[in-house]
């Protein structure tokens, strides 16, 4: 989904699994929905996409990251 929205390849790399690696995990709003009331309003590929689009209308630094900028 990252390349796809970024349009560049980032370079997958894949390792061994390492101790304590999540190896399955299914995301369950559940509780969001009935404390919130929370609905989505997009999947996640048009969020990702929307997101890049924003980011590369304002990047951040790493300066920016740790504070000094």
Do not use: H
């Not at 699994?17 to 996640?44: E, H, N, T, W, Y």
């Amino acid at each position: 989904m990252i390349q796809d929205s970024t349009g560049r390849e980032v370079g997958v790399q894949y390792a061994p699994p390492r101790k304590g690696d999540v190896c399955d995990s299914l995301a369950d709003i559940g509780a969001a929905q009935r404390a919130f009331a929370f609905a989505p309003c997009m999947g996640m590929a048009e969020g990702l996409t929307e997101y890049m689009a924003w980011i590369r209308q304002y990047p951040v630094t790493a300066r920016q990251l740790e504070g000094n900028g």
